[in-house]
């Protein structure tokens, strides 16, 4: 299983990103997908999920400005963040959630490599 994230880079304060995650692999149905972010010197926090069956949550701090979405037949998740702040700036993370099979009886995780958001001018 791969979860290839992309879209990170430099914006100004009040500008927008982009960010995408494709899953691929040995994967039957994904149940949830996720975006974390970890900025330096702090612990790594949930952003936004999308769960199957139970919605879409959104940390606080994003409520409003970052949208998450996802196209299963591409097994992809995208997070748009929009009029972004210098405290986004932090490396971002997808996380998976999934059976692998149609037998399997518990949930694998996988997480994606980071991309990098920088808000600054």
């Known amino acids: 299983v791969q979860l290839q994230a992309s879209g990170g880079g430099l914006v100004q304060p009040g500008g927008s990103l982009s960010l995408s995650c494709a899953a691929s692999g040995a994967i039957f149905v994904i149940n949830t997908m996720s975006w974390y972010r970890q900025a330096p010197g702090k612990q790594r926090e949930l952003v936004a999920s999308?769960?199957?069956?139970?919605?879409?949550y959104y940390a606080d701090s994003v409520k409003g400005r970052f949208t998450i979405s996802r196209d299963n037949a591409r097994l992809t998740s995208y997070l748009q963040m929009d009029n972004l702040r210098p405290e986004d700036t932090a490396v971002y993370y997808c996380k998976a959630e999934y059976f692998g099979t149609p037998t399997d009886v518990f949930e694998y995780n996988y997480w994606g490599e980071g991309t990098l958001v920088t808000v600054s001018s």
């Open positions: 999308m769960s199957t069956g139970r919605g879409t």
